[in-house]
C-alpha cells in the first residue's frame, strides 16, 4: 500500500464504534479521529447532551473546514486515516460530495440493543438520535456514487470473532490486517473527544473486543414504532454485511 487510505466508519450510538477506533488507533501506520462533525452538531442542534458547552467551545463548529481537515494531507510517517463518524451528526445541511474522497464503511448493530443501551444514558431518544434512518441515507449516497456496496461489518459478528472479522474488514478496504488491531492499553486515549469521560467509561476498562453477550432488555412499548423503523435500516444494510 502506497496511497494513502482515509476510512470513514458510520455507525450510530451505543454500538462498539470506540472500540474499533481503539483497534485501528493500535496500528502504527494509522491515525484515527473521533467524532469530528460532533461540535458542529451539538451546536447545530442545541442538543444538551454532557459537557456540550465544553465540546462547542474546543471543537470546530463550522462543517466545511472539518470537511477540509478530513480529506486533506496525511500525517507523515501514517498511511491510514481512520474516521470514528456518528451518522447522527452528519444533517442535512452538510453536503455529502466530501465523502467521495473518503473510503466509506458502516458498522450496524441489532436495534434492540441499540435502544437498550441508549436509554440507560438517556431515557427517550428520538428516531434521528438513534442514527439508523442517517446511516441508510449515507449507505445509500456512497454506493450511489461508487457504484458498488461499501463494506458493512456487524457489531456482533465482530464481537464473536474479532480476528476474522477484522481481517474481512481490511481487505475490503485496501489495507494489510494487523495482529496490533485485537489489543490495545487500557484507560482513556489522548485520541478520544472531551466526551470520553462521559460515555466510554466501559471500553476504558478494556484491552481487547469483549466477548458478544445478548441482552434480554426489551424495548418499551413508547419507542416501538421507533424500533420499527431502525429495524427496516438495519436490515436493509444487514443483508450486505461481510461474513
Not at 66 to 77: I, W
Not at 159 to 175: F, I, Q, T, W
Not at 187 to 214: C, I, M, N
Given at each position: ?111 434492540r440493543e441499540v435502544i437498550a443501551s441508549y436509554i440507560k444514558k438517556r431515557e ?43 481481517r474481512l474488514l481490511s481487505s475490503a478496504v485496501g489495507v494489510e490486517f494487523s ?65
Amino acid at each position: 500500500m502506497t496511497q494513502p487510505v482515509r476510512i470513514a466508519m458510520w455507525s450510530g450510538p451505543r454500538n462498539i464504534s470506540t472500540a474499533m477506533m481503539r483497534a485501528w488507533g493500535n496500528r502504527l501506520d494509522t491515525i484515527v479521529v473521533d467524532e469530528p462533525f460532533y461540535a458542529c452538531y451539538l451546536k447545530a442542534t442545541g442538543k444538551r447532551h454532557p459537557g456540550a458547552d465544553e465540546v462547542i467551545a474546543v471543537g470546530e463548529t463550522d462543517w466545511r473546514k472539518v470537511a477540509v481537515r478530513l480529506t486533506g494531507l496525511m500525517p507523515e510517517g501514517k498511511r491510514i486515516f481512520f474516521q470514528k463518524q456518528m451518522t447522527h451528526h452528519l444533517l442535512p445541511e452538510i453536503d455529502r460530495q466530501w465523502l467521495r474522497a473518503m473510503t466509506n464503511c458502516f458498522l450496524i448493530r441489532d436495534p434492540r440493543e441499540v435502544i437498550a443501551s441508549y436509554i440507560k444514558k438517556r431515557e427517550d431518544p428520538a428516531l434521528e438520535d438513534l442514527g439508523f434512518t442517517q446511516q441508510a441515507e449515507i449507505f445509500d449516497f456512497v454506493r450511489d456514487h461508487a457504484n458498488s456496496v461499501p463494506p458493512v461489518i456487524d457489531a456482533k459478528d465482530v464481537l464473536e470473532n474479532p480476528e476474522r472479522m477484522l481481517r474481512l474488514l481490511s481487505s475490503a478496504v485496501g489495507v494489510e490486517f494487523s495482529k496490533s488491531m485485537l489489543s490495545w492499553r487500557p484507560g482513556l486515549h489522548e485520541t478520544d473527544g472531551l466526551w470520553a469521560k462521559y460515555w466510554y467509561t466501559e471500553v476504558a476498562k478494556t484491552t481487547s473486543f469483549q466477548p458478544y453477550r445478548p441482552t434480554q432488555d426489551e424495548v418499551p412499548e413508547r419507542l416501538r414504532e421507533t424500533y420499527q423503523r431502525c429495524c427496516e435500516c438495519y436490515e436493509r444494510l444487514y443483508h450486505y454485511r461481510l461474513r
